[in-house]
């Protein structure tokens, strides 16, 4: 979980390859309205974010209830929204990528072929609350050292929620 530009895909994609766990994009999930409406460089608000949320738990749910392990690459930037995403499941763990705000702007301007641009960036970084019961893990690194470090917090189990 993260702002746009922290890395979630790249890291994300990395740790699943990994762990041999499946990986899912959660920009996959917006409506068509939603990812024209980021195009446009327009925060979506609690209400566009809903339904994305709703189906985001629902793969959560059938991933738990397959018993299959993976790694959800979303945005999850307000405490509420990782309450729907966690459920009653203690198994679900969030992996925060923090970075400055500057690092991100510049991964920004050098992103193409996405939807969320730089001109996001402010309001994702004024909607975000840092979690509190997630791993967090500085996102300033390298890929590899950004998944080591998730490696080693992962191997010492789920953090106490």
Request: proline content about 4%; glycine content about 10%; hydrophobic content about 45%.
């Amino acid at each position: 979980m993260g702002v746009s530009g922290s890395g979630k895909t790249t890291i994300g994609r990395k740790l699943a390859g990994e762990l041999g766990w499946l990986f899912y994009e959660g920009d996959d999930f917006h409506s068509a309205a939603s990812v024209e409406k980021m195009s446009r460089g327009i925060a979506l608000t609690d209400d566009d974010r809903r339904p994305w949320l709703a189906a985001l738990r629902a793969l959560i749910e059938g991933c738990l209830e397959k018993g299959e392990n993976a790694v959800l690459a979303c945005s999850a930037l307000k405490e509420s929204y990782r309450r729907i995403l966690r459920g009653d499941d203690a198994g679900v763990v969030f992996v925060y990528l923090a970075a400055p705000a500057r690092l991100i702007a510049e991964r920004l301007e050098h992103r193409a072929g996405h939807f969320a641009q730089r001109n996001l960036l402010p309001s994702q970084l004024a909607t975000l609350e840092e979690p509190e019961d997630a791993i967090t893990v500085d996102a300033s690194g390298t890929p590899a050292e950004i998944v080591a470090a998730i490696r080693e917090a992962l191997a010492g189990g789920p953090p106490t929620l």
